[in-house]
């Protein structure tokens, strides 16, 4: 059994890696094309308030979306690491405590968002009705954030399990859940921005039962919770996942800085970001599922102490990554027009939309190096490198090149700067975790 769960200890580690990640991320396409979709609905209802105001929800949805992935990473790496190293029962253990604790996160993560809507929204430099609109969604979708980190925790425990294909199958049954719904609340029962919120939020709790459901079905992968257990688990749970939270929680503060640098060129900049941030995800979602790719293939091989595996599987991320970014980056270009046209967008927007689908995508590799070096440091017991670079990525690396480029590039300048940031940093990244892998694997054995 145990060796049926720990498949990453042998076999080719590009191959694990690439499976992995492309199947992994068939579920993330699922569910931002959706995404994708509500804001193609949204701008068919001919308001651009409503169009805006989704520009303005992206850096709250990525702070919530941001916690769940840190609470994912957490719960990979110590389900990933007990089954390398032969331990199901502690696997379970880990796994159920994980979630639970990921749940209580949920709840008050979202009564802190929630009650600090309209502030937040205000600070971000929404105004008028952008800014009711704004607030209205996010009323509705905010609180559904418990079933979104318990979703993505137990999809990191399929992944874990070497399990993608079932995890991607759940993230694909909200994503139809959320496509069939989206029409009918918006268009069919006339509810608007707010019937799109209901049926994202309807979503995710549908994901969360399914995932459960998986995992307890098929892997046995949860254990019979116990108020001793799940707080003797605390301080291993917290251990990855303080630091990955704090990681992920870098993101969002450079994302808001860039939508209130974008908010002083006007409503045309900020539907362009809108465009951008839902058609990014899609694009380069295989970059975005490396981390949850690479991450349980590092784990079992280091639970099981065969550190050049763990080297080469790190390597074998960063080679996956250039060619899926450069064949994108191609693809974008050669439809560069037709996204455009899609969204109807002009002037301003359109030349935006066509900065991010030239030269700006293939700086998407930089991110995808940040994302596998993240991945190699929480995995083998050093989150805080992961914190270190992700903070100072969207702080000094943010923050700095946008106030630098933008008065003289105006709007341009803080997508470029942006993606500037994201070179130096994404080569720190390396570097450091090739110290890691260097350090933590010293004395292991074992071939490739």
């Known amino acids: 059994m145990a060796g049926r769960r720990a498949r990453?200890?042998?076999?080719?580690?590009?191959?694990?890696?690439?499976?992995?990640?492309?199947?992994?991320?068939?579920?993330?396409?699922?569910?931002?094309?959706?995404?994708?979709?509500?804001?193609?609905?949204?701008?068919?209802l001919g308001d651009a308030a409503l169009t805006a105001a989704l520009g303005y929800t992206a850096a709250v949805l990525f702070?919530?979306?941001?916690?769940?992935?840190g609470m994912a990473i957490a719960t990979s790496a110590l389900v990933a690491r007990a089954l390398g190293a032969d331990e199901e029962e502690e696997a379970r253990r880990k796994a159920t405590s994980a979630l639970i604790h990921g749940a209580v996160v949920g709840v008050a993560a979202a009564a802190l968002v929630t009650i600090n809507l309209w502030r937040i929204m205000g600070w971000l430099g929404a105004s008028?009705?952008?800014?009711?609109?704004?607030?209205?969604?996010?009323?509705?979708?905010?609180?559904?954030?418990?079933?979104?980190?318990?979703?993505?925790?137990?999809?990191?425990?399929?992944?874990?399990?070497?399990?993608?294909?079932?995890?991607?199958?759940?993230?694909?049954?909200?994503?139809?859940?959320?496509?069939?719904?989206?029409?009918?609340?918006?268009?069919?029962?006339?509810?608007?921005?707010?019937?799109?919120?209901?049926?994202?939020?309807?979503?995710?709790?549908?994901?969360?039962?399914?995932?459960?459901?998986?995992?307890?079905?098929?892997?046995?992968g949860l254990a019979r919770p116990?108020?001793?257990?799940?707080?003797?688990?605390?301080?291993?749970?917290?251990?990855?996942?303080?630091?990955?939270?704090?990681?992920?929680?870098?993101?969002?503060?450079?994302?808001?800085?860039v939508t209130r640098a974008m908010a002083a060129y006007g409503p045309e900049a900020v539907a362009a970001m809108a465009i951008i941030t839902r058609t990014a995800p899609?694009?380069?979602?295989?970059?975005?599922?490396?981390?949850?790719?690479?991450?349980?293939?590092?784990?079992?091989?280091?639970?099981?102490?065969?550190?050049?595996?763990?080297?080469?599987?790190?390597?074998?991320g960063l080679i996956f990554a250039a060619l899926y970014t450069v064949s994108v980056s191609v693809l974008l270009y050669v439809l560069r027009a037709p996204i455009a046209d899609l969204f109807q967008a002009q002037?301003?927007?359109?030349?935006?939309?066509?900065?991010?689908?030239?030269?700006?995508?293939?700086l998407f590799w930089f991110n995808g190096v940040i994302f596998v070096s993240n991945?190699?440091?929480?995995n083998l017991g050093r989150p805080l490198v992961s914190t270190l670079v992700n903070w100072g990525r969207n702080t000094l690396g943010t923050i700095l090149p946008v106030m630098l480029l933008s008065p003289a590039m105006g709007a341009a300048g803080v997508f470029i700067g942006q993606a500037a940031g994201g070179i130096v940093f994404g080569l720190a990244a390396m570097a450091l975790a090739r110290a890691v892998i260097r350090d933590r694997t010293r004395g292991m054995v074992g071939r490739v």
């Open 282 to 316: 899609i694009a380069f979602a295989v970059l975005f599922a490396l981390s949850g790719a690479v991450g349980p293939v590092i784990g079992q091989n280091y639970g099981a102490r065969q550190g050049a595996r763990v080297a080469r599987a790190y390597r074998d």
């Open 375 to 378: 991945a190699a440091c929480n």
């Open 226 to 257: 116990s108020v001793a257990q799940i707080g003797a688990d605390l301080r291993p749970v917290l251990a990855i996942a303080g630091p990955a939270l704090m990681t992920q929680m870098a993101a969002p503060v450079g994302q808001a800085y």
């Open 128 to 220: 008028g009705a952008v800014r009711a609109h704004a607030v209205a969604y996010l009323s509705i979708l905010v609180p559904s954030m418990p079933f979104l980190i318990v979703a993505m925790a137990a999809g990191a425990v399929l992944r874990a399990h070497g399990d993608a294909r079932r995890a991607m199958l759940v993230q694909m049954v909200a994503a139809v859940v959320n496509a069939v719904l989206d029409p009918v609340f918006i268009f069919g029962l006339g509810w608007g921005l707010e019937g799109a919120a209901i049926a994202s939020a309807i979503a995710r709790v549908v994901m969360a039962g399914v995932a459960l459901s998986v995992v307890h079905r098929v892997h046995r």
């Open 8 to 44: 990453f200890l042998e076999g080719n580690l590009f191959r694990h890696v690439s499976v992995m990640a492309l199947s992994s991320s068939v579920g993330l396409i699922a569910v931002f094309l959706v995404d994708f979709v509500d804001i193609l609905f949204i701008a068919m």
């Open 347 to 362: 002037g301003l927007t359109r030349s935006l939309v066509y900065l991010f689908c030239g030269p700006l995508a293939l």
């Open 63 to 69: 702070f919530t979306t941001s916690i769940g992935i």
